[in-house]
């Protein structure tokens, strides 16, 4: 490979690894929240899922992710990516 190529696919997989590293602390970050969120509805008897909610969630960020020029259906499909795993969480701490 060219040098100056390799130089520039260098220099992009690094911030690709920043912005990687930064989505990974937001995620647990994020987990840990819900956590809490889990550990209260669990104490309440609340159901896990909250579809009302979901639904607000998801017109929000497909309309953040318009603005953003990212893809909506992606930013859907991530969404419920995560909230399926939060609400195995909240099924397991419900289960105690
Ligand atoms: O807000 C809640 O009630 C949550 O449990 C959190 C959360 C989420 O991950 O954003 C997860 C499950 C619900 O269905 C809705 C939202």
Redesign the pocket.
Known sequence: MDEEVAAELRRLRDSIDNMDAALIHLLAERFKI?QQ?GVL?AAHELPP???Q??AQ?IARLRRLAEEAKLDPEFAEKFLNF??AE??RH?ERIAAG
Request: charge should be neutral.
């Open positions: 819900t969120v509805k899922a909250d579809p909610r979901e969630q995560v909230v939060v609400v909240h």
